[in-house]
Structures are given as structure tokens and as C-alpha cells.
């Protein structure tokens, strides 16, 4: 006789409680992950790649641009300035940064069930950000407008996997170039209530930003708590300006969060070696996080890197593919070690469509994004054309696919439901499961799908006119947005935030220049 | 002053030995994975799923349909049979395929050059397998014919990438269902000189398959050696039937391997949980696998797996979804710990045709593969429609994107050239890398780049005729297709080869009954 087990009772109604508890935990405004994260590296060798960066900001150190108060604030914190350079005693960084930086922290929507917590085991998928073009496919690619901005926070309102309403999600270039951070963060508070990133071309428009969540918020709530969480690049190699670490400034003063980020295109901005990026990159940010924590102790501070490979024939950027891949599996074990949130990935490409291309190398750009353990995951949805375009159908596409990350990286059920040994064992051989009562409790949250995929019968796809997934998603936006419907935004803050949004705007001439 | 090291000299011709090495690396017929596999469960999570694994195989069994010789195979070694239903006692599979099956194997292919070794840490690539239809820019979809299993055996022959000439690229259906497989073994022996696989539709065939071997590589040296592996599958839940497993002895006892892998659509042909289809395919593997050993220890035999998530709308399978990618890293899990290699994923998707939602599909499938360390990835290239179809461009698409795993697998380079500390000291804060000594002794072999990519700029492509991945990738197979030349083959060899199976087809009147 085989051998009996007697582990197994009442499927059916754990199942339909593991069900139900799955269901709630997708219903957060944010993903925790339970799987480990992917390790390429050895201790021995994130060791090397810290050592390197210690090396590299004690022996050439950081260029600090215009922003004389900077110097003195890194020289009278212990770094060594001469002239505009900035030399950081070993270990100097790392130290600042593990004192006082907090390893998470909640970035508050002004819709409270939206709020997230930014940190390990947390992901926050975040729109992309920074384009000056949109394209749909109606009409192809053009400038970006500020109805197009509008139109992207609705859409990123509507789609449950953007935690985040992001920054700029396009630029719009029918407004000056001094004045559009107005428009922008007044968007994203009033046609969504998800968190959102404000303004950093200068540190004034930084000021502006939190300016305008004091009067959402109120101007004693934001000194406690964090509403913003803005992106401040490097301006790789090695050197940061009085724009970007100058809003960050304004940021960490007022207890907002900045996401520090080295942008490196490798072989022009840097080395052409992941070892060697990783390495300049941990430099470059352990150099601004520090800046933030000298400015105001304990203010949120993320550990962020871009770094894309280059076309050896042209000297394109080139996405989707894996050496970017081994450089965030890398990036985020260096950020855990340092105990901060990490910033790093997306759907990224160089195509300029929503196709193949385009699919593939975002996919092969997010599917270690999730692996990493990346906490905070910038360009989730909508990039094409390595950043100068945004997308409507590629955002809808994007989105739809990053809906897929809290299944992933919720990792294998083993509860009793998720083993279906009951099942297994009284399903026998050659019969098919799809009426087993392991089968019906499960069913409706078994398998996570994409909604603009289309799996159905090549007969049924012919039939419903033969489209490719971009037609899809271009009726799945146009929808989307006809179905939009604004979060309810008090009246009275609304009218103080136009108002003193068109006090500040006539109180200075518009200019192009940044 | 900064501290200073001095463990940095001489990075030019450091790093141009570290090019060449590199490329020495890749030009291997195979790749060999050095980053650690991806573990998503624990190793007490690994352990519940073997015993759950034992508890079927002692409970519920294995049914054997219609093959009373494989009855009397599994009794005398131990199995308790009643009727066609065997059932082993626990551990007794394990410890059958652990005495004897190797953990690798090398499958010999004609030209020496190409032969592969299939199992850790390396990982072959091989063509998608089985699809009845075959769809291009020019016919679209349509039923496929011996023309398009020749042009398919030539695709592969001319992919880098690929490393493996497959099996089935295409269903035949022009010829005989009972005479196929003739064809299709002898062009995979004819067009290319990469190995291949042989029938498994019946024992027969199997047996035909072998003997087509026997005439390439001599009797003596099959007996000795692998040339062939092929795939059969169970008839998932819990059953082998006498085509696949009949097909199995004739390979096994004849030294040819064999890939056992269960087949499974979660919901319909097992539960709709990870954790419950990684026990149920463990149990049917195992079955198969001990059989191989059974026949003739020491047979070379692949741990397989197939198991793709469902619509829960349509019933239809869904591809590119977390749960099969979860269960990728767990049967891959399994495999490393019961000894053997391990087949399972590639590239692929429900789409119809080569757009967005069969490249993110792929990749989704494909990077979660190449994490999980299997060693010989079926249906790689050309996958469309749930394997209904192989897609021409697809093909090459897949086949493409698949040439980043050996720079995705070969991890992060921590040599002193791959650190690149001499060229980030040297060049300053806000100086470019183009033209260091580092960066051209690295150029060539630094980035992996996919050729039917575009990353030019938008004006260049519209320049170009803006043409999507498909359109590319056509004019990559017409253009491989008109440039292809065969591999030399023996006339001697050709000639006995033709001969046989024109001898062989005339024995018997041909059929399309399976």
C-alpha cells in the first residue's frame, strides 16, 4: 500500500481565504515584495566596488558648479575643498549617509489610502518622466503640450499599477520654460490624488513646488511628514550643479525626499564597464545623498542610478540591453548595504513605436527592475526613444505589463491552498482540473493577464479585426480618458492654489531660457 | 591628501587581453552561465515540494497507457503496479535517477565544432518546436510545408545564437503524417551541421531517427556517444502514454537522450498554483526519467518543464504572466537538486503576429530563464500563438534578443580592466569617455547590442522609412535565406542517407493517421 499523509483538510475554504487574503494584499497603494532580491555580486565583490568608490571620492572627489554655499557645507562637514573640487575622506559619505538617513519612508498623497512607503520590501512604479515629445497614434510624434501633461495624470490616475503620479511626464513646451513647474505640479494635484515629484530645473522652482504642498497640505503637516519626492541627476562624471543639488537643497531642508541619481551613459559619461559604472555611480550619489543629510539631517533620501549602454557603431544610447541589467542588480545590493531606498530601471527603450523593439528591450529593462528589489522604479510607463518621447499607447502597454509585478514579486505560495495537494491527490491521472473545487475557489486570483493582451483563438482575433497590441492600447487610453472622472479636491485649497499660482506667475517676465 | 592606492598599471593591454578573452568566451557552440542562478525558495520550501512530489508518486502514481512493457519495466524495479496504475514507493525515483543519469552530457553534432554541452553551468538555445502553421510579413498565417521546416533548419543554421538546430521547427503538413519525420531528420542533417532532434510521435519513428544516425555518425559511435535529444512529453495529469515513453526506450537504450517533460496548462491539466504544478510536474518527471535509467543506466535525460498560466475569461493559456516564470525558478531549483539538466522556458506568447504583446510576452519568459539557469531553453526563437505558429520574423526577433545571454549570464567583469579605476582617475569630472585608452580597448566587446534594434535617432529612422522590428527582421530572414550555403556533407554519407529512407518510405503505404 503506498504510504498515506494526513496533512490535508478543508481545501475549499483555506483556499477561498488565501484568496481573499492575496486580494487585499494587491490592494494596497503599493507592492511588497517577498521574493529575495536577485544577487549577481558577492559580498566580496560589493566590498571591491565600495572600496573603488572611496577611492575615487578621496583621490579625484566631486566637482561642485556654482553653488559656492555647497563647498562650504561639505567643508565644514569634513571634506576636503579646494577650489570647486570636493575630496571626501574614506568612508566619510557612508558614514553621514548611515546615520541619519532614513532606510524608508512614507511619501503622503492628499488622498491618505494612496500614501506609500518608499523602501525595502516596497516597489513604487512611477511614470516616466522628462520627455519634450508625446506620440500616439493618432498623431504620430509632436511637442509636447500641457493638455498632454494633463492627459497623463488622468491616465496614470486610472491605472491601478502606477502607485505614483510621477514629474514630468512630458515637458510641456507650449508654456515658458520658467512657469511650467506651476502647471505641472498643480496637474498632478488636482486631476489625481497620488503622490507626486516637483520641480528641480531650479532651485526657486524646488521653493514653488513646496510652496504649493504647504497650501495643500498645510505648512506644519509637510515639515513632519514628506509629500514630494523629487529627481536630482548628477551631472556625470563626477560633478553635480547648482540646479540640481541646489533644488535638492530646498527639498532636504523642508523634510522632502530627493532622489539622488547619477545619469550615465557608459563610455560617453563614464567607464564602459558595469564594475567601473557601479562604482562612479556609487561616488557620485554617496556625494549628493551626504549633501542632503548635512542640509537636514534624516531628510528621505533615495540612492537612484540610470546607466544605459551605447550603440558602438553610432554612439546610441541603447536600452534593453543586459549589461544595464547586471549594473541594477548591482546597484541595488550597493543600496541595500548603504541602508537606503533604491532607484533604478523601468520599461526603458530606444525605440521610437510601440513595438517589438520597444517591448522587448522594456521588458529586459523591467523584468530585472523587479528582481533587483528596486524600491522606487521611475519610467515605468510611457518612455520611448530613450526618453525624448512619451507614449500613449506604450504607457498604456507599460502600465498594463507592470501590473504584473506584485505576482512576481509576491513569490510561491506554500500554505496549505497554494501546495493543492488535496486536489493533486484526488484529481486522477489523464482528468482535468477545471471543475475541481481547488480550481473554483482559486480561480479568481490565480493568474494575473495583461488586459490589452490579447490570448484568445487566432479564429477570435481575426474576427475582432486582426489589431496589434498598439491599437489596443490606443483604445484602451482613449477610454480610459473619456471615462475619467477627477478625485474630489477641496474647493478652497483649490482656489488658494490658483490664486497664489497667478500671483507668483505675474510677479516675474516669462523666459525660455532654463 | 586623498589616501592613495597603487594596485592600478598597465589598463591598455590588460584590458585588450580581457576583450579577447571575452570573445573566445562567446565563440563557444554553447554558453557557459558564471552569475549564480535566481533561488526563489528556500531550501526547506524546495524540500516540501520534493516530499510533496514523493507523496503523489506513492499515492496517486503514474498511469501507463497502452505500453505493458514499460508495466514490467517499472515492477521489476521495484514499483508497485496494479492494473496499468504504478506507484513508487518514496524516494525511490530519486534515488534511481541519481545513481546513474549524468549531470551533463555532451550531444555530438556533425561538425565537431558545434557540438553542445547540456547541462550546468551551461545553457543551449534552441528553436521553437511543433507549430502546424507558419506566418510572414508576405503570406501571413498559413499551414506549414516541408519548404518552410528547410528554410527554418536554415534560419537557425544561420543564428549565432542559436546553438542547437531543434526538432520539429514546423509541422510538415504537406507530407504524411506516418513519413514525415524522414524529411524532417534528414533536413536537419542536410541544411545545417548544428545537432538535433528526432522523432517522438512513435517508437517507430524514434527507431528511424536512430537509424538515420547510425548511417551520419557510424553505429559504433552512437553507441558511445549522444547525437540525438528529443522531447517527450507526459499527458499531463499523472499519465505517459506508449508514443512518448515507447519513443523514450528506443532513444535511451540506443545511449540518445531523452527530455522528459510534463506539459502543463495550471487549471486545466493541474492546479492553478505554482507550488502545486512544481510537485505534479517533480512527480511526472521523475516517473519518466527513473524509466530512462530503468531501460539503460546512465542515459543521458533532461529534467523538462511546460507549464503556462490560463485566462480565467476564455479558458485560453497566457504566456509571459509571473506564475510561469515562479515556476521556472523552482523546477529549475529542482533539477540542480536532483542532479540532472533542465529544460524550460524560451521565448514565448499567445500574440498572432510580432507585435508588442509577443515581444513583452517572450521576454518575460526569456530573462526569467536565463535567471533561473536552465541548460537547454526549447522554443527560443519563432514562437507565436501558443505554438500553433512559427513566426518567420519572430524567429528572427527571438532569435536576436537570445544573443544577450551570454553577456546577461557571463555576471559583472571585477577584473582590474573590468573595474576601469585607471580610467575613471584619469579622466576628470566632467570630461567625456569616448576616446580613452580604456574605452577603445573596450569598444568592440563592451555592449551587447540586438541588430534588428534600432537606437538611431527618430530623424535617422524616419530617414530609414520608419520601419517597425517586423519590418526589419523580414528583410534579416529574406536576406539570410538568399545569402545561405550549406555546411559540406559527404556525398558518400548523403547518398546512403537517401537512399535508406526512399527504401524505408516505399515499405510502407503512407497516412495521416497519427
Same mark, same amino acid.
Given at each position: 500500500?503506498?504510504?498515506?499523509?494526513?496533512?490535508?483538510?478543508?481545501?475549499?475554504?483555506?483556499?477561498?481565504?488565501?484568496?481573499?487574503?492575496?486580494?487585499?494584499?494587491?490592494?494596497?497603494?503599493?507592492?511588497?515584495?517577498?521574493?529575495?532580491?536577485?544577487?549577481?555580486?558577492?559580498?566580496?565583490?560589493?566590498?571591491?566596488?565600495?572600496?573603488?568608490?572611496?577611492? =575615487?571620492?578621496?583621490?579625484?572627489?566631486?566637482?561642485?558648479?556654482?553653488?559656492?554655499?555647497?563647498?562650504?557645507?561639505?567643508?565644514?562637514?569634513?571634506?576636503?575643498?579646494?577650489?570647486?573640487?570636493?575630496?571626501?575622506?574614506?568612508?566619510?559619505?557612508?558614514?553621514?549617509?548611515?546615520?541619519?538617513?532614513?532606510?524608508?519612508?512614507?511619501?503622503h498623497a492628499r488622498n491618505p489610502a494612496r500614501s506609500?512607503?518608499?523602501?525595502?520590501?516596497?516597489? &513604487?512604479? &512611477?511614470?516616466?518622466?522628462?520627455?519634450?515629445?508625446?506620440?500616439?497614434?493618432?498623431? $504620430?510624434?509632436?511637442?509636447?503640450?500641457i493638455d498632454?501633461f494633463r492627459?497623463?495624470v488622468k491616465?496614470?490616475y486610472a491605472?491601478?499599477?502606477?502607485?505614483?503620479s510621477?514629474?514630468?511626464?512630458?515637458?510641456?513646451?507650449?508654456?515658458?520654460?520658467? %512657469?511650467?513647474h506651476f502647471d505641472m505640479v498643480y496637474s498632478h494635484i488636482k486631476y489625481s490624488d497620488k503622490p507626486f515629484?516637483g !520641480?528641480?530645473?531650479?532651485?526657486?522652482?524646488?521653493?514653488d513646488s513646496v510652496d504649493m504642498v504647504k497650501i495643500l497640505f498645510g505648512e506644519e503637516f509637510i515639515?513632519?511628514h514628506?509629500v514630494i519626492?523629487?529627481?536630482?541627476?548628477?551631472?556625470?562624471?563626477?560633478?553635480?550643479?547648482?540646479?540640481?543639488?541646489?533644488?535638492? %537643497? =530646498?527639498?532636504?531642508?523642508?523634510?522632502?525626499?530627493?532622489?539622488?541619481?547619477?545619469?550615465?551613459?557608459?563610455?560617453?559619461?563614464?567607464?564602459?564597464?558595469?564594475?567601473? &559604472?557601479?562604482?562612479?555611480?556609487?561616488?557620485?550619489?554617496?556625494?549628493?545623498?551626504?549633501?542632503?543629510?548635512?542640509?537636514?539631517?534624516?531628510?528621505?533620501? =533615495?540612492? $537612484?542610478?540610470?546607466?544605459?549602454?551605447?550603440?558602438?557603431?553610432? $554612439?546610441?544610447?541603447?536600452?534593453?540591453?543586459?549589461?544595464?541589467?547586471?549594473?541594477?542588480?548591482?546597484?541595488?545590493?550597493?543600496?541595500?548595504?548603504?541602508?537606503?531606498?533604491?532607484?533604478?530601471? $523601468?520599461?526603458?527603450?530606444? !525605440? %521610437?513605436?510601440?513595438?517589438?523593439?520597444?517591448?522587448?528591450?522594456? /521588458?529586459?529593462?523591467?523584468?530585472?527592475?523587479?528582481?533587483?528589489?528596486?524600491?522606487?522604479?521611475?519610467?515605468?510607463?510611457?518612455?520611448?526613444?530613450?526618453?525624448?518621447?512619451?507614449?500613449?499607447?506604450?504607457?498604456?502597454?507599460?502600465?498594463?505589463?507592470?501590473?504584473?509585478?506584485?505576482?512576481?514579486? /509576491?513569490? &510561491?505560495?506554500?500554505?496549505?491552498?497554494?501546495?493543492?495537494?488535496?486536489?493533486?491527490?484526488?484529481?486522477?491521472?489523464?482528468?482535468?482540473?477545471?471543475?475541481?473545487?481547488?480550481?473554483?475557489?482559486?480561480?479568481?486570483?490565480?493568474?494575473?493577464?495583461?488586459?490589452?493582451?490579447?490570448?484568445?483563438?487566432?479564429?477570435?482575433?481575426?474576427?475582432?479585426?486582426? %489589431?496589434?497590441?498598439?491599437?489596443?492600447?490606443?483604445?484602451?487610453?482613449?477610454?480610459?480618458?473619456?471615462?475619467y472622472e477627477p478625485p474630489p479636491l477641496d474647493d478652497d485649497v483649490d482656489h488658494r492654489l490658483t490664486q497664489w499660482i497667478e500671483e507668483r506667475k505675474s510677479?516675474?517676465?516669462?523666459?525660455?531660457?532654463?
Open positions: 500500500m503506498p504510504e498515506q499523509t494526513g496533512r490535508r483538510r478543508g481545501g475549499g475554504r483555506e483556499a477561498r481565504r488565501a484568496a481573499r487574503t492575496r486580494e487585499t494584499a494587491t490592494a494596497l497603494p503599493y507592492i511588497t515584495r517577498r521574493v529575495p532580491p536577485y544577487e549577481v555580486l558577492s559580498e566580496e565583490g560589493l566590498t571591491t566596488i565600495e572600496d573603488n568608490a572611496d577611492a =575615487i571620492l578621496a583621490e579625484v572627489g566631486i566637482e561642485i558648479v556654482e553653488f559656492p554655499e555647497a563647498l562650504g557645507i561639505f567643508e565644514s562637514n569634513g571634506a576636503d575643498v579646494q577650489g570647486t573640487r570636493v575630496r571626501f575622506p574614506r568612508g566619510m559619505c557612508r558614514e553621514i549617509i548611515q546615520a541619519t538617513a532614513p532606510s524608508r519612508y512614507t511619501q506609500v512607503e518608499i523602501g525595502d520590501p516596497n516597489m &513604487v512604479m &512611477v511614470p516616466a518622466y522628462g520627455s519634450p515629445f508625446v506620440r500616439n497614434l493618432e498623431d $504620430g510624434r509632436r511637442y509636447a503640450t498632454d492627459n497623463l491616465l496614470a491605472s491601478p499599477s502606477m502607485h505614483h510621477g514629474g514630468t511626464l512630458c515637458e510641456p513646451v507650449d508654456l515658458p520654460v520658467n %512657469k511650467r515629484m !520641480s528641480v530645473t531650479n532651485p526657486s522652482r524646488a521653493q515639515q513632519e514628506t519626492t523629487s529627481l536630482a541627476n548628477a551631472n556625470s562624471p563626477l560633478s553635480w550643479d547648482h540646479a540640481m543639488l541646489g533644488s535638492a %537643497k =530646498i527639498y532636504a531642508e523642508n523634510n522632502q525626499a530627493v532622489l539622488i541619481a547619477p545619469f550615465i551613459l557608459a563610455g560617453a559619461m563614464g567607464p564602459v564597464t558595469t564594475a567601473g &559604472v557601479a562604482a562612479q555611480t556609487l561616488a557620485e550619489a554617496m556625494a549628493g545623498m551626504a549633501f542632503t543629510q548635512m542640509v537636514r539631517p534624516g531628510a528621505p533620501v =533615495i540612492f $537612484g542610478s540610470f546607466a544605459s549602454s551605447m550603440s558602438m557603431q553610432s $554612439g546610441a544610447p541603447t536600452f534593453g540591453t543586459p549589461e544595464p541589467a547586471l549594473m541594477m542588480f548591482t546597484v541595488a545590493a550597493l543600496a541595500r548595504r548603504l541602508g537606503v531606498p533604491c532607484r533604478l530601471g $523601468g520599461n526603458l527603450t530606444a !525605440s %521610437k513605436i510601440p513595438d517589438a523593439q520597444a517591448a522587448y528591450e522594456s /521588458a529586459t529593462t523591467f523584468i530585472p527592475t523587479l528582481l533587483s528589489g528596486a524600491n522606487f522604479v521611475l519610467h515605468s510607463a510611457g518612455w520611448l526613444e530613450g526618453g525624448l518621447t512619451m507614449g500613449y499607447e506604450k504607457f498604456i502597454l507599460d502600465a498594463d505589463m507592470a501590473g504584473m509585478a506584485p505576482s512576481l514579486v /509576491a513569490g &510561491v505560495d506554500l500554505s496549505e491552498n497554494g501546495q493543492a495537494m488535496d486536489a493533486i491527490l484526488t484529481t486522477g491521472p489523464g482528468q482535468h482540473y477545471l471543475g475541481t473545487e481547488h480550481t473554483l475557489a482559486n480561480f479568481e486570483t490565480a493568474f494575473w493577464r495583461a488586459d490589452t493582451s490579447d490570448s484568445n483563438s487566432f479564429e477570435q482575433w481575426e474576427l475582432e479585426g486582426s %489589431k496589434d497590441a498598439a491599437a489596443r492600447a490606443h483604445e484602451r487610453w482613449r477610454q480610459m480618458l473619456s471615462d510677479s516675474f517676465p516669462d523666459s525660455d531660457v532654463a
